[in-house]
Every structure is written in structure tokens, then in C-alpha cells.
């Protein structure tokens, strides 16, 4: 049997961009992306915390050391700068092999997106 599990979460980031004309998605600074193991392309579920609002959508890799968080196309229309987002994925697994699985889950400092 295969269960979903969260694989990866960004807990309590802050939106820096909204950009209603562009391809949907999200930018995401490289450094987040990597401490949380998540990758360009991937799907995730982002948790509005100001609004409740609750959407998927799929990453593009953002400046390193930037601190971007930028909600693309019609995501945009979810969000507002300086709202608190959590990014979730999630990963298919074993029922087993899920049992042991470690989640990376990162706490950045919400006022600057920087890993504290």
C-alpha cells in the first residue's frame, strides 16, 4: 500500500512578489528550495495564513539569497505582499517505508525568508 506524506514544508514564509502577468507558479529562493529538498517543477500546496486561502501550484527556482517568494499568474490572485504562506509537498511512499521518514522542515525568519 502507498500513503501520501509531506516530504517538504517552508513554514511561515513571507510573499515579496505577486505577479498576476506572468506563467503560473511559484518562485521560490534557491536556498530555501534546497534546505526544504524541493526542486524546480515540483508540485506544492501553499496555505495562505493571513487569508485561509489554500491552492497548488508548481516552483520556479528564485535568486539565491534573495529571500523571493513570488506567487505567479493567477496564485497571485491568492495572495497579497506580505501575507504568510506555508509550501507543503508531498511524497508517495511504502506504508513501511513511511513510518521513518524524516520530513524537511524549515523555519525561515518570516521578516527576511532567510534560514535562521
Do not use: W
Not at 523571493?68 to 513501511?96: H, P, T, W
Amino acid at each position: 500500500m502507498l500513503i501520501q506524506v509531506i516530504k517538504s514544508k517552508l513554514h511561515r514564509v513571507t510573499v515579496t512578489e505577486a505577479n498576476l502577468n506572468y506563467i503560473g507558479s511559484i518562485t521560490i529562493d534557491e536556498n530555501l528550495m534546497d534546505a526544504a529538498n524541493i526542486i524546480e517543477g515540483e508540485k506544492v500546496h501553499i496555505v495562505n495564513n493571513n487569508n485561509g486561502e489554500r491552492f497548488e501550484t508548481y516552483v520556479i527556482k528564485g535568486a539565491r539569497n534573495s529571500g523571493v517568494i513570488c506567487l505567479n499568474g493567477a496564485a497571485a490572485r491568492k495572495v497579497q505582499l506580505g501575507d504568510v504562506v506555508i509550501v507543503m509537498s508531498y511524497a508517495l511512499m511504502d506504508f513501511e517505508e513511511a513510518k521513518n521518514f524524516k520530513p524537511s522542515i524549515v523555519f525561515p525568519d518570516t521578516a527576511t525568508n532567510k534560514i535562521l
